[in-house]
Nanobody, 126 residues
């Protein structure tokens, strides 16, 4: 079992930055792909980015727009999503999810992930 806890969300002005954390317990994340998804009010949950177990990071071009960056701290068993130049459209609940040895073609598929965090709210005010 993997338990995931997101943190780092909050209220920020347009153009500001936030760093979200996804801390894991129960298993080491080194063999897991960790995906980030978000859900805005009235919308479905969408893929944002994934830190793959292979070491390759992948981003959704529309969501990230070159503004987001993933990193891992293996000592802390944590994956980070650095979000810069935030826009009002980034307002959403952000979730991290994990799955062991997930194949790359599945990283944007919600049902491919077996473990989910509870989410952290990000609000960008204009």
């Amino acid at each position: 079992q993997v338990q995931l806890v997101e943190s780092g969300g909050g209220l920020v002005q347009t153009g500001g930055s936030l760093r979200l954390s996804c801390a894991a317990s129960g298993r080491t994340l080194s063999n897991y792909t960790v995906g980030w998804f978000r859900q805005a009010p009235g919308n479905g949950r969408e893929f944002v980015a994934a830190s793959q177990w292979s070491g390759i990071n992948m981003y959704d071009a529309d969501a990230a727009k070159g503004r987001f960056a993933l990193s891992r701290d293996n000592a802390k068993n944590t994956v980070y999503l650095q979000m810069n130049n935030l826009e009002a459209e980034d307002t959403a609940v952000y979730y991290c999810a994990a799955e062991r040895h997930l194949q790359q073609h599945l990283i944007a598929v919600m049902s491919a992930y077996g473990y989910w965090g509870q989410g952290t709210q990000v609000t960008v005010s204009s």
